[in-house]
DNA sequence: AAAAAATGGATTGTTAACAATTTAATTTGA
DNA sequence: TCAAATTAAATTGTTAACAATCCATTTTTT
């Protein structure tokens, strides 16, 4: 989560790396996480470690079985996925009609950055990296428009993006961004809630 | 979270517990946590209480900052509240559709047990167990029907039930319970469906 | 030989001490 | 007197050691 911070503690930058390589795919499905592992790679005792994986489970990427640990949760069948694609939708709709007034200049920049990032991802056809860079543009929105819901959004779509078939047409993913990106910066919010839709499947 | 545990650690039962007392208004908005008064509490050390707050975090009921720890969470705009009703409504009705049919009589026996306990806190006008029998009741039958979706639930009915207005009004919360639980020991996802959507609001 | 019991290694659960940071109170300086 | 700087207390962040539990293997028992 890490709402806002100056430097970020060795757990937050824990959870950030590992729930990358999950998204990115570099953990098997049911593949159990070991503590020490862990620590020792990232030079820290298990402590950190432990807090990391509590807040991956709760996002639901990990699961927790008391005294064995966590491993990566399996993935969410078709009906499951669909049910939590129509949730993200609602809420990420919600948010972008509450952001387009508020939007600064600056939002706009920043938004502008993000999607320039997530196209050179695509150039480079790094998963990870457009996997990463997807969440994080339509974070932003989100963030502004409700902090209070941003964790909820986040559970949601990780969850959603895991085990990303989708992501192979890059080509796609950028020409879908670049449609939702200029509809928000015209403040028009049919255009980019209709983009989204097509977005977010 | 706790999904299926034998003997369950100091970590589960602080979490739970704090939980409850979360939900039923003990602690102010905005009110700091602080580990080491649990910790003494619970007579145990400040680990299990770090990673329960850790779980709350992520859950939504505590907002976490670094090297301040947490406070109670903000409420919930209307408009935010009414974004969490529906994606809560729409997540447990896709539950009740799937649970109908693979409900056995020892789901429905469990189920009348719950509605039992329910209607005896409803009797004592205690809302912290109203609101406790009321979430243990809906989890049942999502928890049955998507172990997955379990925890995304539990994240949003947790943030709807928290600053309870509604939860006044006793005799009503029963007759609610009383008529969902009927349509689905009758198997009927209309009416329950139905009696659902006049509940979760 | 098969099932039950015991063993040892690996892993998680918990603890207490220490380090780093924040917060409040106190002192200092203009 | 008021604001800035300094100190002290409170609180969180991290660590390493120890306890409890699980799991695979070996031994024992029938």
């Not at 820290?44 to 064995?68: C, F, H, M």
Request: with cysteine; net charge neutral; glycine share 4%.
């Amino acid at each position: 989560m890490t709402i806002s911070t100056n430097r970020l503690s060795a757990r937050d930058n824990i959870c950030d790396v590992i729930r990358r390589e999950l998204i990115g795919g570099k953990f098997d499905f049911d593949q159990p996480i070991r503590e020490q592992k862990l620590a020792s790679r990232f030079g820290t005792s298990r402590g950190p470690v432990r807090d990391a994986l509590l807040r991956l489970t709760q996002e639901g990427i990990l699961v927790y079985e008391t005294n064995k640990g966590v491993r990566v949760n399996s993935p969410l069948s078709e009906e499951e996925r669909s049910v939590v694609v129509a949730m993200r939708l609602h809420l990420e709709k919600f948010c972008l009609k509450k952001f387009l007034p508020l939007a600064t200049d600056s939002d706009f920049g920043q938004i502008s950055i993000l999607l320039e990032r997530l196209t050179s991802a695509c150039d480079r056809a790094s998963l990870p990296e457009v996997a990463e860079c997807d969440l994080a543009l339509h974070r932003y929105w989100v963030a502004r428009a409700s902090p209070h819901l941003e964790s909820t959004w986040l559970g949601l779509s990780v969850r959603m993006i895991m085990k990303y078939s989708r992501l192979s047409d890059y080509d796609q993913i950028r020409e879908e961004h670049d449609r939702i990106v200029r509809a928000i910066l015209d403040r028009n919010l049919t255009h980019a809630s209709l983009s989204l839709e097509a977005n977010v499947i």
